[in-house]
């Protein structure tokens, strides 16, 4: 059916290619060496027929002669807005040759959130985190590389690559260096823009530098004319192929092939002919080429480019309208014209049987270009149809949807809102976000409009809190919102609001929507918003608002959700104004049923948010109830896990987890699930609420630990300094910055941000002496230069602690009464801290007491029980104090 290149075509691309080759040769040598070798990332950069693609094949037939497996992918210019499109290509085939059961083995944990994105299982009902999705599919290769070793991974055009592709390829390039995988990448300059520039500069910087491929040089441009056309070319015509193609390979090829076809001898006496014969190659000279061969070619050839990938006859045919016969007929012309080809077999990628493709990209991207705009409109509405009809999925018709023009119709307004639910199901939100703006360009009937805009918002809310603000406020703002879906909607912007610190707004955004209904449980859950919002408010609480939070949660039993919601917040407002440690307890409690969330108040749960329930968690956790503190956050982290919410959710889980560790005094575990946090509130944004929680909770631990210039660079590195979020910050964000001055010896600024956090602690009304320790810290900070005030505060730290009667408070204030005495009565003070804390679940400061008062004392089995506290607790420089305590005594 084709006439096929000329023999020379193949190996063409790779004249002057020896240096590149030799690198990956060099590249294969260190993969196939060794099971444990280091991983490795070529990048080969070149403009469009310098021979990139040629470069990956001759690296695969190197490859699989070392007996390597190589899996491979190519970008396409009119398929990167479908996600996961080439992760898919390289992925997919070898998880497919697996049963079902072997591939969930390989992939473990992973098999669920990985899978989807794969197209290897179907989605869950729940939304994944983008990120958790990508790290997924990190995961999967890593284990994969494990079975498949020596494995090569090539990727072509990376620059036409999708989105999500690119965000999991640099992720997985910056792991390479304990996986022993080949990555080898092609891609033009330039050519994208945005995250996915990023992302290719990522990819760029994870490897050695990127090898740009140059044209040919005249003596290889005359090298293979020779080959192609004879020897007897002379050196007039040769110079003049490298002068019309400016040495660019593929160019060479096909200026030569046009040579051939149209008899031209290779003489200086026709060298004039080659610009003519060149501008019929590309652009507008192969248009005009390819109308030569007829309309129904024509029509053939636009079809394809529209289709863009898996060309067969009957799939142009039921797109162009034409019977099978012809359509035949024009893929042959258009074979036998070098415009169309059967895939390279080299290229190791699976075809139907009877596919097609272009020869070049160049020729793809011109065909397409060349079809008049309202054609190409209308073929892609049709490409559209016709994948729905096959039940192929609204995600798979999208992308030709996104190019019809807006044309006020329904339908295709309902299958972009079902093409977008289906990218989220597989943690693709910027591809659901494309699909939502393009469906308000139609535009969406006007009772539908505002739905759209709230599905947009929906949409980025687990990873872009000031996108979501944006499209909830417009959906609020148009008409055709009611009931629940408002009331939800408000919910979710408010909590939007939160995330973004604009607290403020979110409190005024929820008692706006509540003051718009009778009372009953709709308002009743926006009261308790309300009052969640302004609870978590890191400067000031009303004693008003407390009041009347406390005569609501009075009369509620804990019926429904919305009373259990009151009853955590009065207990949460409880904890931090340190009422009775016992009130609180029995207020958590009574919101639980039989021990456990109530349904429908779970940590995936959309009514509520999670928010409530770290404030539940929170308030076990500062009132001595530990056990059910870590209970909630390790739920919570496995459900966000479970889930693929691997975004502020997930961070915060952790964040409040190493909470509970810290409390627990298992700083080690603290120390590692508070860097986790940190790690993924980074991926979200610095500066936000979550980012405080994970950066406050490091810096504490890591002073516990008695690494104190570590807690110093930690605050450096993440700006852990003024100004604060305007949300409260456990543990108390002003406390233990004071503290962290105070260990690296800025006494002044340390006493300064202590009497801040005692300011912060007036303006709220009263504070928790465990939850926020300033005036213990501050108290030690002043007992040298002012004793007087120093036993003021200390004073007033042990009243408020009795005041809510947890033995962790108590004990605190007590050593904190010691350090300030000498003699007897120090010893007499630190005894009791001791017995308190004993009966504490907070190890570090029973630790702490004990190492104090085997200090005091001079008690060599205090020191000794301290010690080995110390250690089980992971507190290094609690440690170090009591050796060195033990072994002063032994001296002395």
Not at 683 to 695: E, N
Not at 761 to 779: F, K, M, Q, T, Y
Request: charged letters at 25%; aromatic letters at 6%.
């Amino acid at each position: 059916m084709t006439e096929g290149r000329p023999p020379v075509a193949a190996s063409a691309a790779l004249w002057e290619r020896d240096a590149e080759i030799a690198t990956v040769a060099r590249a294969l040598d260190v993969l196939c060496a060794d099971r444990s070798s280091a991983g490795s990332l070529l990048v080969f950069r070149g403009e469009a027929g310098l021979g990139k693609t040629a470069l990956l094949h001759e690296t695969r037939r190197i490859a699989e002669r070392r007996g390597c497996t190589v899996w491979s992918a190519r970008g396409a210019e009119t398929l990167r807005s479908v996600p996961f499109n080439v992760v898919r290509q390289l992925l997919q085939p070898a998880l497919l040759s697996l049963l079902p059961e072997e591939a969930r083995e390989y992939l473990g944990d992973w098999y669920d959130i990985a899978g989807p994105a794969l197209g290897i299982v179907d989605p869950q009902e729940s939304s994944p985190d983008p990120q958790y999705v990508c790290d997924g599919l990190v995961a999967a290769v890593r284990r994969l590389a494990r079975r498949e070793w020596p494995l090569v991974l090539l990727v072509d055009d990376a620059h036409w690559a999708d989105q999500e592709t690119l965000r999991w390829l640099a992720a997985f390039a910056e792991r390479l260096a304990d996986l022993s995988v080949l990555v080898v990448i092609a891609r033009r300059p330039g050519e994208v823009a945005g995250d996915s520039a990023r992302h290719l500069d990522t990819i760029a910087a994870a490897g050695r530098p990127a090898d740009t491929l140059s044209a040919l040089t005249p003596d290889a441009t005359a090298g293979l004319t020779r080959a192609t056309v004879g020897r007897h070319a002379d050196d007039a015509f040769c110079r003049e192929v490298w002068a019309v193609t400016a040495g660019n390979p593929y160019e060479t090829v096909e200026l030569l092939a046009k040579v051939q076809d149209s008899e031209v001898q290779p003489v200086e006496a026709r060298a004039g002919e080659l610009r003519a014969l060149n501008r019929a190659a590309r652009g507008g000279g192969l248009v005009d080429r390819l109308k030569g061969l007829g309309l129904e070619a024509t029509r053939f050839a636009w079809a394809a480019a529209i289709l863009g990938t898996h060309i067969t006859v009957d799939m142009v045919a039921r797109l162009a309208t034409m019977p099978d016969d012809v359509a035949a007929h024009c893929a042959e012309l258009l074979c036998n014209a070098r415009i169309l080809t059967a895939p390279d077999p080299a290229s190791g990628a699976e075809h139907e049987e009877g596919e097609l493709e272009f020869v070049h990209p160049l020729i793809a991207t011109a065909v397409y270009n060349s079809i008049p705009p309202g054609v190409c409109t209308a073929m892609h509405g049709v490409a559209a149809q016709i994948i729905t009809e096959l039940s192929r999925g609204a995600a798979e018709a999208a992308r030709h949807l996104l190019k019809v023009h807006p044309d006020d119709d329904e339908e295709l307004v309902e299958q972009l809102r079902e093409a977008a639910r289906e990218h989220l199901a597989v943690g693709a939100p910027d591809a659901a976000r494309r699909c939502l703006e393009r469906a308000l360009e139609e535009p969406p009937r006007p009772e539908v409009h505002a739905h759209v805009l709230y599905e947009l918002g929906c949409a980025t809310l687990l990873t872009s809190p000031a996108v979501t603000i944006d499209h909830l406020q417009n959906a609020l703002g148009t008409a055709g919102l009611d009931g629940d879906d408002r009331v939800d909607a408000v919910v979710r912007l408010s909590q939007a609001l939160l995330h973004n610190d604009q607290l403020e707004e979110a409190v005024r955004t929820v008692e706006a929507e509540a003051a718009r209904h009778e009372a009953g449980p709709v308002r009743m859950r926006l009261q308790a918003f309300q009052y969640m919002w302004e609870g978590i408010h890191g400067e000031t609480v009303s004693t008003a608002r407390s009041q009347s939070l406390a005569e609501l949660a009075g009369t509620c039993t804990g019926r429904d959700n919305a009373e259990r919601a009151l009853l955590i917040l009065r207990g949460f407002d409880a904890m931090t104004h340190g009422e009775s440690a016992a009130e609180v307890l029995e207020l958590c409690d009574r919101a639980l049923v039989n021990g456990r969330l109530a349904p429908g108040l779970g940590w995936t749960d959309p009514e509520w948010g999670m928010e409530l329930l770290m404030m539940l968690g929170s308030a076990y956790a500062y009132a001595d109830r530990l056990d059910r503190a870590e209970s909630l956050f390790a739920e919570a982290r496995r459900v966000y896990t479970g889930a693929g919410w691997r975004g502020g959710h997930l961070s915060l889980a952790n964040a409040f987890l190493g909470l509970a560790y810290r409390r627990q005094g298992r700083l080690k575990d603290a120390e590692a699930t508070l860097r986790e946090g940190l790690a993924l509130a980074e991926r979200v944004g610095r500066r936000l609420p979550l980012y405080w929680s994970s950066t406050c909770g490091l810096v504490d631990t890591l002073l516990a630990r008695g690494r104190v210039d570590e807690a110093w660079a930690i605050a450096e590195r993440y700006g852990f300094a003024p100004p604060y979020p305007s949300t409260i910050v456990l543990p108390d964000i002003r406390s233990v910055r004071g503290r962290l001055l105070l260990a690296v010896g800025r006494t002044e600024e340390g006493v300064n941000e202590l009497e801040a956090a005692e300011k912060t602690a007036a303006s709220r009304g009263g504070h928790n002496p465990v939850l926020a320790p300033w005036s213990i810290d501050l108290a030690k900070a002043l007992a040298g230069s002012d004793p007087a005030r120093a036993a003021r505060l200390a004073a007033d730290a042990r009243a408020q602690a009795e005041r809510f009667g947890t033995d962790t408070a108590i004990g605190e204030a007590l050593r904190c009464a010691a350090a300030l005495e000498t003699g007897e009565r120090a010893a007499r003070l630190y005894a009791q801290a001791v017995t308190y804390l004993e009966a504490s679940p907070c190890q570090y400061e029973h630790a702490a007491a004990r190492v104090e008062y085997g200090i005091a004392t001079g008690s060599a089995a205090e020191l000794e029980r301290g010690l080995d506290l110390a250690l089980a607790c992971g507190a290094d420089g609690l440690a170090a104090q009591a050796t060195a305590a033990l072994r002063d005594r032994r001296v002395g």
